[in-house]
């Protein structure tokens, strides 16, 4: 009786634990698969996801009609697992495209390696050997290149061939398809395509993308498993910045000014275009301008856009703001006269003279300006206070930044008024003791054909982002320097400049009305603080007279001995000018020009 007892007892025993047990595993279960499911699934997948990163392409640089001036290449590096080559015997198993892909076939090794050879150009015995070496060196090797640098159309062709011991990582190579045209102003990237100058770096925030994000799982042998493919995060593009160039007429214009530096032997050169209208600069040419694709082979101080940071005395170019605020003062008029000598002490320590020999001359403000004389110049220009002479140089953007899209602009060097002693007070009359970047120089006669309203100058048009929105940039407010009447007796005197001066043959393109003024200017050696015994020539110039469309200015510094700077800068002038009528099919002028009394 008591063993019977015992016996249900334990049985009893048994079949509780197992119950208990049960509702444990029961439990568990629940847990597992409903409760916390979720929170399981997502730390197993952690465990097996692989992030990667989906890299964004780097937006491209283009000219005013959309040309490709800086882009970006696409390129992918082949890898393989060499370990897992060796996986089941060396063979795997794909789709069978004879059957629609619903059926597997299997390939071995070596004949993935033929396969994957004949899309990368090599053989599969040179596969071979990169697995081999890599097993050599480490057997549990799971890394080695097998070719670096593919393009897409290869990049597709191996990922059909549905290798899953194959990866391929991408990266992007910033490429100039023009090579040096615009190179100054495009700029360049360094180590890891990080922007170094120009608009590679003014407009980084405009041409970076933002990358993505993709997860795949994996096996336990770390193939990639089929259909794990998630992408979490797209990747957006770069913007497209738009320049104001025309990289047709940028081509043109650097040669011109690389075969007159060439030419004279000059230390340098500059040559900028700019829409008269618009402000826009659709030329800036400098020599030995640096090519992006091979920035070692260039001149290290070649490598910047010079045009709007290296400014220089402009010299006589500058007499047309003289002229121009006399006769917006009412203190003088394009015929007003003055009997000019050659040389001047106006007051003590204060000389200066004129670039030749004269006796006194009758001549006009407008004779002054064709014969180029500081001592005329400042006789009149002494008529209006130093504080009226500054603001008017204000007004014409001299001591001012532009803001035309570089990554950095220089201002020049215009001293306040209340600084100037008595020789500079003088000087600045006739573009000495005062300095700007070519750059600013167009804008001066930009704002004389422009009806005396200047239009800041502008390289960089918009940047549209890859979703299609286009924003412009803010470039300054447009500011009157002059009246229109101003303006319009200023173009007639400098239109009497090209016609009635030495270099009117040089200057003459048949059809075209110009305008325009010569200047040669002394410049300080920054090594003694003296002023250089050689010159930085220059020619502004303005077409067609009749109907104001375009600014050239060309400036050519320091010739060698017996080189003629000036016919250079005209030379250079003439070029582009004829290049931007060709350019932008510019109407030949209408009526003759009567030009202005020179003499009295």
């Known amino acids: 009786m008591r063993n019977s007892r015992t016996s249900r007892q334990r049985r009893a025993i048994a079949l509780g634990v197992v119950v208990l047990a ?78 629609g892909g619903a059926a597997t076939v299997e390939v071995t ?25 890599a097993l050599a060196e480490n057997p549990k090797s799971d890394f080695a290149y097998v070719k670096r640098g593919i393009d897409l159309t290869q990049l597709n062709a ?39 100058a120009g608009v590679e770096v003014s407009q980084d925030a405009c041409l970076t993308g933002v990358d993505g994000t993709e997860t795949y799982e ?16 797209q990747a957006v593009n770069g913007g497209t910045v738009e320049l104001t160039i025309d990289r047709d007429l940028q081509w043109e214009a650097q040669q011109a000014i690389n075969e007159q530096v060439l030419q004279v032997g000059a230390e340098w050169g500059y040559l900028v275009v700019m829409d008269v209208r618009t402000g826009e600069l659709v030329a800036v040419a400098e020599d030995g301008s640096v090519d992006p694709n091979d920035v070692d082979a260039s001149d290290p101080t070649k490598r910047e856009a010079r045009s709007f940071v290296a400014p220089y005395e402009p010299g006589s170019t500058f007499k047309t703001i003289t002229a121009a605020s006399l006769i917006d003062q009412g203190a003088a008029t394009p015929t007003t006269q003055n009997l000019t000598p050659d040389y001047l002490e106006p007051e003590a320590d204060v000389r200066f003279g004129d670039s030749f020999p004269h006796p006194p001359m009758q001549w006009t403000l ?30 014409f953007g001299i001591g001012e930044s532009t803001q035309a899209g570089m990554p950095v602009e220089d201002s020049g060097m215009l001293a306040p008024y209340a600084d100037w002693d008595a020789q500079t007070s003088y000087n600045t009359m006739f573009g000495q003791g005062l300095s700007s970047t070519i750059v600013q120089t167009a804008g001066v006669y930009q704002t004389i054909a422009n009806g005396g309203v ?21 470039h300054g407010e447009e500011v009157r320097a002059v009246t ?117």
């Open 454 to 474: 200047r239009v800041p100058p502008s390289v960089v048009s918009s940047c549209t982002e890859a979703d299609g929105t286009r924003t412009v940039p803010d």
């Open 158 to 196: 191996l990922k059909e061939l549905e290798i899953g011991w194959l990866t391929f990582t991408e990266h992007h190579t910033r490429s100039y398809p023009n090579g040096a045209v615009a190179g100054n102003l495009i700029g360049f990237s360094g180590f890891e395509d990080v922007p170094q």
């Open 22 to 99: 049960s509702l444990v595993f029961l439990v568990r279960l629940v847990d597992v698969q409903i409760v916390s499911a979720a929170a399981l699934n997502a730390d197993a997948l952690d465990k097996r996801a692989v992030p990667v990163t989906i890299a964004s392409v780097r937006g491209d640089v283009v000219d005013r009609d959309g040309e490709v001036l800086a882009t970006t290449d696409e390129r992918y590096d082949v890898q393989l697992s060499p370990k897992n080559t060796k996986l089941n015997g060396g063979k795997f198993w794909r789709s069978d495209p004879e059957r």
């Open 484 to 600: 229109e009447d101003t303006a319009g007796q200023v173009m007639a005197m400098l239109e009497t400049v090209t016609t009635e001066g030495w270099f009117s043959d040089l200057v003459s393109i048949p059809g075209y009305r110009i305008a325009g003024k010569t200047g040669t200017a002394e410049q300080v050696d920054p090594a003694t603080g003296l002023y250089r015994t050689d010159y930085v020539h220059s020619f502004a110039g303005i077409f067609p007279a009749d109907d104001p469309r375009y600014v050239a200015v060309a400036s050519i510094a320091f010739p060698a001995p017996g080189g003629d700077g000036s016919s250079a800068a005209i030379a250079a002038f003439h070029d582009a000018a004829e290049a931007t009528i060709r350019t932008f099919h510019i109407p030949p002028s209408t009526g003759e020009f009567t030009p202005l009394p020179t003499e009295y």
């Open 109 to 133: 090794a070596e004949e993935a390696f033929a396969e994957i050879g004949a899309v990368t150009g090599q053989s599969a015995a040179e596969i071979q050997k990169i697995v081999d070496d």
């Open 366 to 395: 407008t004779g002054i300006l064709v014969q180029s004389s500081n001592v005329g110049t400042s006789m009149l220009g002494s008529r209006l206070s130093p504080e009226t002479r500054y603001d008017y140089l204000r007004k």
């Open 218 to 233: 994996r096996s336990e042998d770390g193939v990639a498993l089929p259909g794990s493919v998630v992408v979490t995060e």
